[in-house]
């Protein structure tokens, strides 16, 4: 069984950073593209990164474009993003998703989620 789960986050102030992390895990043969989607109380969930799974091409959504950066990890099983210069309407949950084919804007593209991942951004 093919699972994402996802590490770091918590509490950070405005300005400040924070390093989410999300692992394949299980067997599987299949390169994954990845990404991060958040969704805000009263919110739907709403595209933040995507990266390829040979790392080469990235997508940003405006709203965290210059202050997020998506990589892949030393292995090809390992994703993270680095939140810079966080904002309070940073805070939300943050979840992982894997795809293997699609817009990778777009919610529907991805088959396997994380949990998801609790990012609070509060002075």
């Known amino acids: 069984q093919v699972r994402l789960i996802e590490s770091g986050g918590g509490v950070a102030r405005p300005g400040g950073s924070l390093r989410l992390s999300c692992v394949v895990s299980g067997r599987t043969y299949t390169n994954y593209h990845m990404a991060w989607f958040r969704q805000a109380p009263g919110k739907e969930r709403e595209f933040v990164s995507a990266?390829?799974?040979?790392?080469?091409?990235?997508y940003y959504a405006d709203s965290v474009k210059g202050r997020f950066n998506i990589s892949r990890g030393n292995a090809a099983n390992m994703m993270h993003l680095q939140m810079n210069n966080v904002k309070p309407e940073d805070t939300a949950i943050y979840y992982c998703?894997?795809?293997?084919?699609?817009?990778?804007?777009?919610?529907?593209?991805?088959?396997?989620w994380g949990q998801g991942i609790q990012v609070t951004v509060s002075s």
């Open positions: 998703g894997a795809a293997e084919f699609g817009e990778l804007r777009s919610a529907s593209a991805y088959r396997i």
């Open positions: 990266v390829t799974w040979k790392g080469s091409v990235r």
